[in-house]
């Protein structure tokens, strides 16, 4: 069974601050993996979606990266901004299945 | 981009009652919706993938006689929380997949959530 883990589960930053948000997943064969963010009480805000073949995606000072053999996936947030303060989930999408897996979620705190 | 809504956006009921959640996909057709539930401060869960025209596949530990699940037609999927008890306080998330050939990636998209509390 596929099993998604993020770390760290809170974290606090100032303002202007480069973070990473760690995600692992126990089973390497994915199709591919997917970075989402989550305002309090809202719904999911899809960010990245790495594909199996891939290394990495870029959008704007977002950076996700994929190293399925050793089953982890990074997200780097450059110059961190209050408004990016939410929780980032990543989300794992196995071979041969369409539901995705999701980890439990890093709770992101951009100081202003 | 693809739009998925889900109504009602928060619904209270009494203990006892039923409710239904709608999901539906507003620009394209999903011949398969999910259904995920996430308690306060937990990830989500999936509950079941509903299929166009055929019965639910529910996960593990999930009742299929208690979340009822309709998907009636290739845009709109129900899910009908029965007999609601307090522990069914969740937030509950569907999301679509499109039909292929509509030329949407392969991916699915998230309705907005319901906020279920049940008093």
């Known amino acids: 069974k596929q099993e998604v883990t993020q770390i760290p589960a809170a974290l606090s930053v100032p303002e202007g601050e480069n973070l990473v948000l760690n995600c692992s997943f126990t089973d390497s064969a994915i199709y591919n993996l997917q970075w989402f963010r989550q305002d309090p009480g809202k719904g999911l805000t899809s960010l990245l979606l790495i594909q199996s073949s891939q290394r990495e995606q870029t959008s704007g000072r977002l950076n996700a990266s994929l190293d399925k053999s050793s089953g982890r996936s990074t997200l780097y947030i450059a110059a961190s901004q209050p408004g990016d303060s939410a929780t980032y989930l990543c989300a794992v999408r196995k071979r041969g299945r369409r539901a995705l897996t999701f980890g439990s979620g890093t709770r992101l705190q951009v100081q202003p | 981009g693809a739009v998925v809504s889900q109504h009602p956006s928060r619904v209270i009921c009494k203990s006892g009652t039923s409710v239904k959640i709608e999901c539906r996909s507003l620009?394209?057709?999903?011949?398969?919706m999910f259904w995920y539930r996430q308690f306060p401060k937990q990830s989500l869960m999936l509950m079941a993938t509903?299929?166009?025209?055929?019965?639910?596949?529910?996960e593990q530990g999930v009742e299929k006689d208690k979340f009822l699940i309709n998907h009636a037609s290739l845009t709109l999927s129900t899910l009908t929380v029965t007999s609601a008890h307090p522990e069914d306080s969740s937030f509950y998330i569907c999301?679509?997949?499109?039909?292929?050939?509509?030329?949407?990636?392969?991916?699915?998209?998230f309705g907005p959530g319901t906020r279920l509390t049940v008093l």
């Open positions: 999301s679509a997949w499109e039909r292929p050939g509509q030329g949407i990636s392969d991916t699915q998209y």
């Open positions: 509903s299929n166009e025209g055929s019965k639910a596949t529910y």
């Open positions: 620009d394209f057709q999903a011949t398969t």
